[in-house]
């Protein structure tokens, strides 16, 4: 099956400062990936869509300048929360739809961000 | 806001017995799918309903969409205590392939 990485899987960083994370689909090309945000007991939700070749769509809310998203080749996007605040501290999980593919989704294991 | 809603939000059931959580959305969809989150991990996917599906089986699940009332049940059947964990619904508007999560349920099935 198809399947999606990401890196790191957890990450505590001082505040101020910039933390990358790293999306790879690992068998497959993803002309899309979707970076998600999920709180303790809480649901997941969507920050921004990634196009390969092109710029983000962010959803309402999400600050594009807080949260950068480069999606560089058909293997892999990153997200990389810049300045980061202990508000920032999450869980941030991202999925990568396989190009041709119109239904499925495929999640990686996500990463958790604590900022001090 | 969030498309779906979830209910019950938690279930706690004994080993053996059936779980069922109910997904309602707002608008139409493509698909509606459901997954599957243990405490602190990914999403595994469960299954996929198409919006001109009524019913849909996989193992020991069963789905069913009720278009007309914009609802989906998620039904487990012979619970494990392996089956704890969070399951969410997700709905698929068709457009830029994104999905909207559900609140979710949280599931725990005692040994």
């Known amino acids: 099956g198809a399947v999606v990485s990401q890196h790191p899987s957890r990450v505590i960083c001082k505040s101020g400062t910039s933390v990358k994370i790293e999306c790879r689909s690992l068998?497959?090309?993803?002309?899309?990936m979707f970076w998600y945000r999920q709180f303790p007991k809480k649901s997941l939700m969507l920050m921004a869509t990634s196009n390969e070749g092109s710029k983000a769509t962010y959803e309402q809310g999400v600050e594009k300048d807080k949260f950068l998203i480069n999606h560089a080749s058909l293997t892999l996007s990153t997200l990389t929360v810049t300045s980061a605040h202990p508000e920032d501290s999450s869980f941030y999980i991202c999925?990568?739809?396989?190009?041709?593919?119109?239904?499925?989704?495929?999640f990686g294991p996500g990463t958790r961000l604590t900022v001090l | 806001s969030q498309q779906g809603e979830e209910d019950p939000q938690a279930l706690s059931i004994q080993e053996g017995e059936n779980a069922t959580m109910n997904c309602s959305y707002k608008t139409s969809i493509n698909n509606l799918q459901w997954y599957r989150q243990n405490s602190g991990r990914g999403l595994v996917h469960l299954i996929l309903?198409?919006?001109?599906?009524r019913e849909k089986h996989s193992g020991r699940l069963r789905v069913t969409l009720d278009t007309s009332k914009k609802s989906s049940s998620l039904l487990i059947t012979a619970s494990r205590a392996a089956d704890t964990a969070s399951y969410f619904c997700a709905t698929d508007l068709g457009s830029a392939r994104q999905l909207t999560f559900g609140s979710g349920t949280q599931l725990t099935v005692l040994p």
């Open positions: 999925s990568a739809a396989a190009s041709g593919r119109t239904d499925t989704q495929y």
């Open positions: 068998d497959f090309q993803a002309t899309t």
């Open positions: 309903i198409r919006s001109n599906e």
